[in-house]
Structures are given as structure tokens and as C-alpha cells.
């Protein structure tokens, strides 16, 4: 694996989740992580592929550790 996975944690952990809940917080974390994962995969020479299951799995764990005060972007646009 090449040296993407600090640059990818990150940018997650800074994109981390949107919501109060765990549930909310863990899926918008995936879906935000997995674009970051697809941008970063996309300039360092990773496949894409590869990026967005890094961001995803990053940024769904990202979500579901936090809490909304430690990071929170707003209520999920499904909500």
C-alpha cells in the first residue's frame, strides 16, 4: 500500500460527520470519506479503488467515535 493513509486519516478525521446520532454520523462519514479517499486516491497515484474503501472505512469509523461537539457539520441533507 502506498504512504496514503495518513494523508487520508487526515482528511477524514477534519471531514468527519454531520448528525447527533451514531447511525447518522458513521454513514455520513463514509459517504464524506469516500469522496475524500476517491480525491486523494486520485493525486497520490493510488487507484481509486483503492481511496474510497481508505476514506470510507476512515470516515465511517470517524463518525461513529466522535460526537457532535467534538465535530458535527450540520444536519444530514437525508434528514
Known amino acids: ?3 496514503i493513509t495518513p494523508l487520508l486519516l487526515a482528511a477524514t478525521l477534519l471531514l468527519a460527520a454531520c448528525g447527533n446520532t451514531t447511525g447518522d454520523r458513521a454513514l455520513s462519514g463514509a459517504a464524506i470519506g469516500t469522496g475524500a479517499g476517491l480525491a486523494v486516491g486520485a ?6 479503488l483503492q481511496g474510497a ?7 465511517a469509523a470517524a463518525g461513529a ?3 457532535s461537539d ?3 457539520l450540520g444536519r444530514p ?3
Do not use: H
Open 1 to 3: 500500500m502506498k504512504p
Open 43 to 48: 493525486v497520490t497515484g493510488a487507484t481509486l
Open 70 to 72: 467534538q465535530v458535527n
Open 65 to 67: 467515535l466522535t460526537n
Open 77 to 79: 441533507a437525508w434528514r
Open 53 to 59: 474503501v481508505v476514506g470510507g472505512a476512515l470516515g
